[in-house]
Structures are given as C-alpha cells and as structure tokens.
C-alpha cells in the first residue's frame, strides 16, 4: 500500500529540537534500505514528504508513531496507486462505458 506522507512539526523553535532532528535522517534511512521509504524530501523550512510503502494501516500507523516521537508532528496522508494501476483502473472504466 503506498502512501503519500507530508509532515508539520509542531511550533517549537527549531533550535530546540536539533539533535532529535537529527536523529531522523538514520532512522529513516533503514526503512529506504528496507524499501519501505521510496522517496523522502526535507520541506523548505519545516517537514518531510515521504512515500511509504506498507503492507497494512498497522504498519503505516507504526512508522508514523515512530516518527513523531523523533519529531512531533501532523501527518497529512495521501493513498496512492502506482501508474501501472491507474491506468488499468482507467482502460477498464472506458471499456465499460462502451
């Protein structure tokens, strides 16, 4: 199951938090090296994107509770289908409507 994860921190100074935070970059990184993180980018400013892929809500909901425990955040989650997947989805609309 893929899925689109932007994050928010929450409002604390920056400076503040600047040793957990970087604690991020290796705990994230055994889950690239797992191929659970497809992709990860640093916002400008403040957050993360990330693409998880998960094999249940379970596993979602693990990686998320990790994660705000290095850097308390606000998790907007976006599902996705990978390309392969759309377009079958949309080959089999269009042929129903025929």
Request: with cysteine; charged share 20%; aromatic share 10%.
């Amino acid at each position: 199951m893929l899925f689109l994860v932007v994050s928010t921190p929450r409002p604390e100074r920056p400076s503040e938090l600047a040793k957990t935070r970087q604690s991020f970059w290796p705990w994230i990184g055994g889950y690239q090296a797992r191929g659970v993180c497809r992709q990860i980018y640093a916002r400008a400013g403040r957050g993360a994107v990330a693409v998880l892929d998960v094999e249940n809500n379970d596993a979602l909901h693990r990686i998320l509770n990790e994660w705000a425990d290095i850097i308390p955040a606000h998790f907007d989650i976006y599902p996705l289908i990978d390309p392969e997947t759309a377009q079958r989805i949309l080959a089999a609309q269009e042929a129903a409507n025929k």
